[in-house]
């Protein structure tokens, strides 16, 4: 009888909800029995639960995968950011360590800074998404940090240069990729509407900004130059050129997995018209090898433990032996003790019986008074001797 009513509820609830363009078991590129990773597409909210909205979370009942009863997505990926989502399926693991590495493309020609790392301070204008530097440096959590690699700062056509970047960042935090590229290395990531109008908003003379037409002449020289598919269809804009490349997670046993996605479509196609077709394959290859890495991680990890376990054993069964030998030596001990005790009891109590023996009977029944002098008040009975 339960059985049936779930089965009815979990069909309403399936017929309730909107219908699926894509299918999130295609999605799926590593699953364990402690976690899955999936290939966010853009365009698909993580947490939506919107009726017009496709998200993950109103498709994981439909996961062909073990214990999906229990799945929890980890973190967050904004709706035009694609790439690798964490999904946890075990209830009993309640922290998850993790880390995320993002690629990006943005405008202009971008030179390495203070080895690679952006620290500022932050914090969002009123009843605005936009984030501002700030100069409360009291508020620890206004700071944001995140580390950054150039891949290649040489793409350029027609005088419109570009920068390929890997960033190093947590997915919670990525809201923040934005600001602090745009604050710290003046560029904007291609497909951005927000920082690159963002001085329309400010005042003049709140925060120093560069010279931002050549970005914005790039980024008409994109939308003349792609097609439809690399827009969204909302507002013919040029969609987000940020994905999630790699999550790196520890899984059961303490095993460090790590899990690369392969370039969305549009990133693609926009590098192929900028003729940077070798980063497409160098990003392909190094997502490819992370597998073979991955793999002999495994086995090293594997030939360490063989050999450290045998360490240990002889370790273990040298102390084994020292400890039997004064576990021995205890019991010999306690065995010697027990004899000692138990002679002083045999003498103790052959003492006692001795003096039992030794002590005379006593006579009881002794006649209390006179046969001669008893009065009428005493009663008729006289004792007489009793052993």
């Known amino acids: ?164 970047l890997k960033i190093f960042i947590n997915a919670n935090n990525c809201k923040y990729i934005k600001p602090l590229l745009f604050y710290s290395l003046y560029t904007c990531v291609v497909g951005d509407n927000e920082y690159i109008n963002v001085h329309k908003k400010l005042k003049k003379e709140f925060f120093f900004f560069q010279d931002i037409k050549n970005i914005k002449n790039s980024k008409k020289f994109l939308l003349n130059k792609l097609n439809d598919q690399n827009r969204n269809s909302e507002n013919q804009e040029l969609k987000l050129h940020l994905y999630c490349f790699n999550v790196t997670f520890q899984s059961n046993c303490n095993k460090i997995i790590s899990v690369n996605c392969s370039l969305p479509l549009h990133i693609k196609e926009t590098l192929s018209l900028l003729g940077a077709s070798n980063l497409i394959k160098k990003l392909d290859k190094e997502k490819k090898s992370q597998k073979d890495i991955f793999t002999n991680k495994l086995d090293d990890e594997k030939i360490n433990n063989k050999i450290f376990k045998d360490e240990v054993f002889l370790q273990n069964s040298n102390e084994f032996d020292k400890e039997n030998t004064n576990f021995y030596d205890s019991l ?56």
Do not use: W
Request: charged share 30%; with cysteine.
């Open 1 to 164: 009888m339960l059985k049936n009513i779930f089965r009815l509820n979990s069909l309403k609830r399936r017929i309730s909800s909107t219908k699926c363009s894509f299918n999130i078991n295609k999605l799926i590129i590593y699953n364990d029995d402690d976690y899955l990773v999936i290939n966010k597409n853009d365009g698909i909210s993580t947490f939506g639960k919107a009726k017009n909205k496709e998200s993950i979370i109103k498709n994981l009942h439909l996961l062909n995968v073990e214990n999906i009863e229990n799945a929890n997505i980890v973190y967050k990926l904004h709706n035009a950011i694609s790439g690798c989502i964490l999904i946890c399926k075990n209830k009993f693991l309640k922290t998850h360590y993790y880390e995320n590495i993002f690629i990006t493309l943005v405008y202009g020609k971008v030179e390495k800074k203070n080895n690679g790392e952006i620290k500022l301070y932050l914090k969002y204008l009123p009843n605005s998404n936009i984030m501002i530097p700030s100069n409360n440096y009291e508020y620890i959590n206004d700071l944001k940090v995140l580390k950054y690699d150039i891949i290649s700062n040489n793409i350029s056509y027609n005088k419109h240069n570009f920068t390929l």
């Open 332 to 387: 010999e001990d306690d065995d010697d003790l027990q004899k000692e005790n138990d002679e002083l009891l045999n003498e103790i109590y052959k003492e006692k019986d001795q003096k039992k023996k030794e002590k005379q009977k006593i006579k009881r029944g002794v006649l209390a008074k006179d046969v001669n002098k008893l009065t009428n008040s005493d009663a008729p009975i006289f004792f007489t001797d009793v052993e």
